[in-house]
């Protein structure tokens, strides 16, 4: 009975408390989102552009692409966009999206579409005895860093990490991800601002990892967020204003989304932290 108390004790303090810490202690489980093998990536992309439209894309590491943007995409729809780079495959996320026992992916491709849409865009697709089918194509949905989270439903929930820059600023953020048939229903976690360009005041606000574990013992995995967060009014020693760079003296904060099979919830701690740290 006392070891059954203690277990709980520290079950609640890991729900309840949100620690700073003085060095990242972010542990990654592995993506979700993988590279596919060649013969994988060639029978996805012949599903999207046709047997004769895929090619080895030399300038991405020889990966495959579509030779000519697909109809769908931005700059397939468009003829007056400057950026043609080729529709080229990136990573992959298998599960079952929408509608428990589907074999179904998510393929993630950069080039086609402008910055404003990320550069890129994921395609479902689902699998049968003849192989992939294309389903539907949602532009500016990123899905090369991607954690699957299992729904009461069968259907598997995802959460997707997203970058952005500009002006001098950087834009971080997690999304919840559900994908249907004919539509993306997308919920925000958590959306962070850095300013390390330019000229001081300098201000970075990174997740610095992410992973997924059964904190409230429910059988259902939730969502645990490391945040980087660093602050200077001059310019730091040996500092190199960038996108990339990071500041120096962090501090680091632990944040917990509780999932019961269906949505996240904020921890109150976290809620708390999270109306701090992201800026608006």
């Excluded at 490391?226 to 190199?240: G, I, Y």
Aim: net charge positive; charged share 20%.
């Amino acid at each position: 009975m006392k070891s059954r108390s203690i277990l709980g004790l520290i079950v609640s303090f890991a729900i309840t408390s949100q620690s700073v810490f003085t060095q990242s202690i972010a542990v990654e489980s592995k993506r979700d989102s993988v590279t596919p093998s060649q013969q994988e990536a060639s029978a996805i992309l012949q599903a999207i552009c046709g047997r004769d439209d895929v090619f080895p894309n030399r300038e991405r590491g020889g990966k495959l692409a579509c030779r000519s943007c697909p109809s769908f995409t931005g700059v397939g729809s468009n003829r007056g966009f400057l950026s043609q780079s080729p529709f080229t495959l990136e990573k992959v996320v298998y599960g079952s999206f929408t509608q428990a026992g589907t074999r179904e992916a998510l393929a993630d491709f950069d080039g086609c579409e402008s910055h404003g849409q990320f550069y890129g865009g994921s395609v479902l697709l689902r699998r049968s005895s003849q192989g992939w089918s294309a389903l539907r194509y949602e532009s500016g949905l990123r899905s090369n860093n991607c954690l699957k989270f299992p729904s009461k439903n069968g259907r598997d929930l995802l959460v997707c990490q997203g970058y952005y820059a500009q002006m001098g600023h950087s834009y971080d953020w997690l999304d919840a991800i559900q994908i249907g048939s004919s539509e993306t229903q997308k919920s925000q976690q958590i959306h962070l601002i850095s300013k390390t360009t330019f000229n001081p005041p300098f201000y970075e606000t990174r997740i610095e990892g992410w992973t997924s574990q059964d904190i409230n013992k429910d059988g259902h995995p939730d969502l645990i967020i490391t945040v980087r967060e660093a602050k200077s009014a001059t310019m730091p020693l040996n500092f190199k204003p960038r996108f990339d760079a990071h500041l120096p003296n962090p501090t680091f904060h632990r944040l917990t989304f509780l999932f019961d099979g269906q949505s996240f919830r904020a921890t109150p701690d976290t809620a708390q932290l999270k109306q701090r740290i992201e800026r608006k």
